[in-house]
């Protein structure tokens, strides 16, 4: 299974990207979806995640992002608005049937917010 994600780039402070990652393969059967980030000398963290018909945010972004997904295109997405400096990091997407295996990651996108 490959996950692609894009929609990464540059943006001002208080700016939207949308994220997206693209699964080689049906995701009907990932019961969970997940966006991570990892920024510099940080440890990775979760940003967004649907656990069957839950969702759950880091606070820090609470308001601000929401993930969802289409399954007809095989798709997750993290919508991100307001963004802010802290931010930035090399988003990841995580796929598994259920929340407690490692499953399969994307190979990340550069989210970079500027002040």
């Known amino acids: 299974v490959q996950l692609q994600a894009s929609g990464g780039g540059l943006v001002q402070a208080g700016g939207s990207l949308r994220l997206s990652c693209v699964v080689s393969?049906?995701?009907?059967?990932?019961?969970?979806v997940a966006w991570y980030r990892q920024a510099p000398g940080k440890q990775r963290e979760l940003v967004a995640r649907?656990?069957?018909?839950?969702?759950d945010y880091a606070d820090s972004v609470k308001g601000r992002f929401t993930i969802s997904r289409d399954n007809a295109k095989k798709t997750v997405f993290l919508e991100m608005n307001s963004l802010k400096p802290e931010d930035t990091a090399v988003y990841y997407c995580?796929?598994?049937?259920?929340?407690?295996?490692?499953?399969?990651w994307g190979q990340g996108t550069q989210v970079t917010v500027s002040s």
């Open positions: 995580n796929v598994a049937q259920q929340f407690w295996q490692s499953g399969y």
């Open positions: 393969r049906t995701i009907t059967s990932f019961n969970y």
């Open positions: 649907m656990n069957g018909g839950s969702t």
